[in-house]
């Protein structure tokens, strides 16, 4: 006899198709769900209470494809069998994929069941199928039968497949098998209404594996904030100790920047006394150029690296201003004020105040 069920990483238990009665249901757009319970309670001599019932629907969901047994067909300790965490669907679902293109009939031999599936050629969904034990018929014998119920001609094509069932989950879908067959896949959505138990363990299924599911992101997020932690622990680690050595290692060059530092502070004086020193002699060189015989200098001041203010006097008094007008006529200079003239004794004292262009001093020098 076929075992009960087998599973595959416990994603499903596929459970013998010959305790099934299976119908092929037209839908309307709304309450699918309801459509297909009220169809089975038709065909059923038991109340739904007593039936395990499940289905699935065709792409554009105007055929659904149910299938139901009564609860006795399984026996308790079969039904405690089936996990919590996993599907419990019929094991003909897995030969759904090898429907033939233009319809016809599939034929499966497995090692206790002969299955067989009728496709109308229009219909995406079996209109009928069939599973006896195969001590009880034979492939000739069924072939005849679904022929039979469906109407279809004796010329329909038929194509037979052996081989076990098996299943996998794959992110949020449902792959069954038939050894080299096309998988049949269950999309997210259809698994609870293929599933056959009973809506309220579903229901608390379906909030237990939410529950789960939040308990295993917030293990992860915690998981990524430990990780992350850990990698700032590591980087802050790796910088100090970094840190360190850099500081060390300047430590240790300290003698030797001090005196870099000497040598740049003194190159720099030596810079600045080349800018911006007073150049008094060289001021008073250049003045005494245009100074007239008979002006004598008295006092000399050197303001700044540009200025220079003289005290003289003179006998005669016109030069003054041929004293004056050479030193404004000089490329050098930029201004020259005379002040304070005043005759005494035969002399004109006075003050003059000479500003020279920055830097035409130094160019002079460096020449």
Not at 83 to 108: K, S, Y
């Amino acid at each position: 006899m076929s075992s009960l069920f087998s599973k595959q990483r416990e994603s499903a238990a596929l459970l013998p198709g010959n305790r099934f009665f299976v119908r092929l249901i037209e839908l309307e757009p709304e309450n699918i769900a309801s459509q297909v319970s009220l169809a089975i309670e038709t065909v059923s001599p038991f109340p739904s209470e007593q039936m395990l019932m499940g289905y699935i629907t065709s792409g554009d969901n105007k055929w659904a494809l149910a299938y139901a047994a009564h609860r006795r067909r399984f026996t308790p300790e079969e039904s405690f069998a089936w996990p919590d965490d996993c599907q419990v669907i019929p094991e003909f679902l897995a030969l759904l994929g090898q429907r033939p293109d233009r319809g016809g009939i599939l034929i499966h031999e497995g090692p206790d069941l002969l299955t067989a599936l009728a496709w109308n050629e229009n219909q995406p969904l079996p209109s009928c199928v069939l599973v006896v034990d195969k001590k009880d018929s034979s492939t000739d014998l069924l072939t005849k039968e679904i022929i039979e119920r469906t109407g279809l001609p004796s010329t329909t094509p038929i194509t037979t497949t052996t081989g076990e069932f098996s299943n996998e989950r794959n992110d949020s879908q449902l792959i069954l098998n038939c050894n080299s067959g096309k998988p049949f896949q269950l999309s997210s959505n259809q698994l609870d209404c293929a599933d056959i138990r009973d809506a309220d363990f579903l229901s608390t299924r379906r909030k237990k594996e939410r529950v789960n599911k939040l308990l295993w992101n917030t293990a992860r997020v915690a998981l990524g904030v430990i990780i992350v932690s850990f990698v700032f622990e590591v980087s802050a680690f790796l910088i100090n100790w970094r840190s360190n050595n850099l500081r060390l290692i300047n430590e240790s060059r300290q003698p030797v920047i001090q005196e870099i530092e000497s040598a740049q502070a003194i190159s720099a004086r030596i810079t600045e006394m080349n800018t911006k020193a007073p150049l008094p002699l060289e001021m008073l060189a250049l003045v005494n150029e245009h100074r007239p015989a008979t002006v004598d200098f008295q006092r000399v001041s050197c303001k700044n690296n540009t200025q220079i203010e003289i005290e003289a006097r003179t006998t005669n008094a016109s030069d003054v201003y041929t004293f004056e007008k050479s030193l404004k006529e000089t490329p050098e200079v930029t201004f020259v004020a005379t002040k304070d003239m005043r005759a005494r004794d035969n002399f004109t004292t006075f003050s003059v105040t000479i500003t020279f262009k920055p830097g035409a001093l130094r160019k002079g020098v460096k020449n």
